[in-house]
């Protein structure tokens, strides 16, 4: 594609933003205090002179200027094409000092006074930089490597993008944090299976809530504390295989209404509340803590024929302080009461905290296979601290035994008390927070 076509896609991308920004009636200001973001990156994503590394901060921009359903998919496909614009030309510098070389003396490309071509990305936003000025000289054969991996991260990332629309309005299903997929969902451990099955209430593992898992195996029931890598395909050829996989989802919305967080923010800051779909990648962006309960959900699925027990989850606390003195924010209003849900309760208040079953749900243990999913529901709640802690699911088949530790992408869970926290709530067809009466 010629650069001409290039820059008119990202020009077709940054003028849908400023016509978002002028409907809106928001000065630059006002816009970016509500995106969390800085005047500056803002006015640079509307002039064009930058393109946003991710498009969470673009939905977030749409929402606050209440763009249609038809704007935001217009929007996600113009910058999904100026994203790809930001991939070609990275690879043409990254060709560009693959012939020139360096001049060998600080590392920097030949050159270096033509016109940039790369989008740079806003100082406030999470990037990886591939920059020619950090190859170490004489090193042609490994500069080109680095440069070749840059370039397909880049394309794997455009890839990701045209896969895993960002459905903020909940049509779509999460792409994945840590920026949080849905034909697959992402597993614990190993690859998923193609046989992978969406849960109870029809919605498959987010890919922006993958569970850690570090396994530990034995025979006869003595726990050898092996490991094995996360990207090793589970229940392979390999005798260490763990033979299960384990999908996350850290909030789980029995309804709009029944997900809160406390946000360090003041009303102003935070953008619109997100679906269950965008929950991860919300949470993240505003370090946001569940409040007062959280619902998490796992999806354990066998990797062969074999039949593999799950002997029993537990919950582990990792650490227990104060509550947050933070605000409270609903993701929905207008609901009416709940159904209880099958589920697994945890009192994360309690001494020794274990995880107990509720509305029907019967104990452990389980039995799964590649064909034989279970899907858990798990209610961690909290009146009096801010809590952080984690899962560890013990399992067994045949001989084997181990041990899945489970949590929130690397990090564990967090669930904080929210009595006498100042709440908002976000009115359908609103602008802006509005203050929840007592």
């Given at each position: 594609?010629?650069?001409?076509?290039?820059?008119?896609?990202?020009?077709?991308?940054?003028?849908?933003?400023?016509?978002?920004?002028?409907?809106?009636?928001?000065?630059?200001?006002?816009?970016?205090?509500?995106?969390?973001?800085?005047?500056?990156?803002?006015?640079?994503?509307?002039?064009?002179?930058?393109?946003?590394?991710?498009?969470?901060?673009?939905?977030?921009?749409?929402?606050?200027?209440?763009?249609?359903?038809?704007?935001?998919?217009?929007?996600?496909?113009?910058?999904?094409?100026?994203?790809?614009?930001?991939?070609?030309?990275?690879?043409?510098?990254?060709?560009?000092?693959?012939?020139?070389?360096?001049?060998?003396?600080?590392?920097?490309?030949?050159?270096a006074d033509a016109p940039a071509t790369d989008v740079q990305?806003?100082?406030?936003?999470?990037?990886?930089?591939?920059?020619?000025?950090?190859?170490?000289?004489?090193?042609?054969?490994?500069?080109?490597?680095?440069?070749?991996?840059?370039?397909?991260?880049?394309?794997?990332?455009?890839?990701?993008?045209?896969?895993?629309?960002?459905?903020?309005?909940?049509?779509?299903?999460?792409?994945?944090?840590?920026?949080?997929?849905?034909?697959?969902?992402?597993?614990?451990?190993?690859?998923?299976?193609?046989?992978?099955?969406?849960?109870?209430?029809?919605?498959?593992?987010?890919?922006?809530?993958?569970?850690?898992?570090?396994?530990?195996?034995?025979?006869?029931?003595?726990?050898?504390?092996?490991?094995?890598?996360?990207?090793?395909?589970?229940?392979?050829?390999?005798?260490?295989?763990?033979?299960?996989?384990?999908?996350?989802?850290?909030?789980?919305?029995?309804?709009?209404?029944?997900?809160?967080?406390?946000?360090?923010?003041?009303?102003?800051?935070?953008?619109?509340?997100?679906?269950?779909?965008?929950?991860?990648?919300?949470?993240?962006?505003?370090?946001?803590?569940?409040?007062?309960?959280?619902?998490?959900?796992?999806?354990?699925?066998?990797?062969?024929?074999?039949?593999?027990?799950?002997?029993?989850?537990?919950?582990?606390?990792?650490?227990?302080?104060?509550?947050?003195a933070w605000n409270d924010y609903s993701m929905g209003v207008?609901?009416?009461?709940?159904?209880?849900?099958?589920?697994?309760?945890?009192?994360?208040?309690?001494?020794?905290?274990?995880?107990?079953?509720?509305?029907?749900?019967?104990?452990?243990?389980?039995?799964?296979?590649?064909?034989?999913?279970?899907?858990?529901?798990?209610?961690?709640?909290?009146?009096?601290?801010?809590?952080?802690?984690?899962?560890?699911?013990?399992?067994?088949?045949?001989?084997?035994?181990?041990?899945?530790?489970?949590?929130?992408?690397?990090?564990?869970?967090?669930?904080?008390?929210?009595?006498?926290?100042?709440?908002?709530?976000?009115?359908?067809?609103?602008?802006?927070?509005?203050?929840?009466?007592?």
């Amino acid at each position: 594609m010629s650069g001409a076509t290039g820059a008119d896609e990202t020009e077709a991308f940054a003028r849908l933003l400023m016509e978002l920004k002028d409907r809106s009636g928001l000065s630059y200001g006002t816009l970016a205090r509500r995106l969390h973001m800085s005047t500056s990156t803002l006015h640079r994503y509307c002039n064009g002179t930058a393109v946003p590394v991710e498009y969470a901060p673009v939905e977030r921009l749409a929402r606050v200027c209440r763009a249609t359903p038809q704007e935001l998919v217009e929007l996600h496909r113009h910058w999904i094409l100026a994203d790809a614009v930001r991939g070609r030309r990275a690879e043409q510098v990254a060709g560009a000092a693959g012939s020139d070389g360096t001049d060998g003396s600080d590392g920097s490309v030949k050159g270096a006074d033509a016109p940039a071509t790369d989008v740079q990305p806003p100082v406030d936003e999470p990037v990886v930089v591939s920059s020619p000025s950090l190859v170490p000289p004489r090193r042609p054969r490994r500069r080109a490597v680095l440069i070749a991996v840059a370039a397909v991260a880049v394309v794997a990332a455009v890839v990701l993008a045209v896969r895993l629309p960002f459905g903020g309005d909940g049509s779509g299903d999460e792409p994945a944090a840590g920026d949080t997929a849905p034909a697959t969902g992402t597993w614990a451990a190993g690859k998923p299976s193609a046989s992978s099955s969406p849960d109870a209430k029809g919605r498959k593992p987010s890919a922006s809530a993958t569970a850690s898992v570090t396994p530990s195996e034995g025979t006869g029931g003595a726990s050898n504390g092996g490991e094995q890598g996360a990207d090793r395909p589970a229940g392979g050829s390999s005798s260490g295989a763990i033979p299960l996989t384990v999908g996350t989802r850290p909030y789980v919305y029995d309804s709009p209404c029944s997900q809160h967080f406390l946000v360090n923010s003041e009303p102003e800051q935070v953008g619109p509340p997100a679906s269950e779909p965008d929950a991860p990648r919300w949470a993240a962006a505003y370090g946001a803590v569940s409040s007062g309960e959280q619902e998490v959900a796992l999806t354990v699925q066998g990797t062969g024929q074999e039949t593999v027990v799950l002997e029993a989850l537990h919950v582990r606390v990792l650490t227990k302080g104060a509550p947050l003195a933070w605000n409270d924010y609903s993701m929905g209003v207008g609901c009416g009461g709940g159904v209880g849900t099958k589920s697994f309760d945890i009192d994360l208040d309690n001494g020794s905290p274990t995880v107990t079953a509720k509305n029907g749900q019967r104990e452990f243990p389980y039995k799964v296979s590649e064909s034989d999913p279970e899907v858990f529901y798990v209610f961690a709640r909290s009146k009096a601290h801010d809590v952080r802690w984690d899962l560890t699911l013990d399992w067994s088949s045949g001989s084997r035994r181990g041990t899945v530790h489970i949590d929130n992408a690397g990090t564990p869970f967090r669930t904080s008390a929210d009595v006498d926290r100042p709440g908002y709530d976000y009115p359908l067809g609103g602008s802006e927070w509005i203050k929840r009466e007592s």
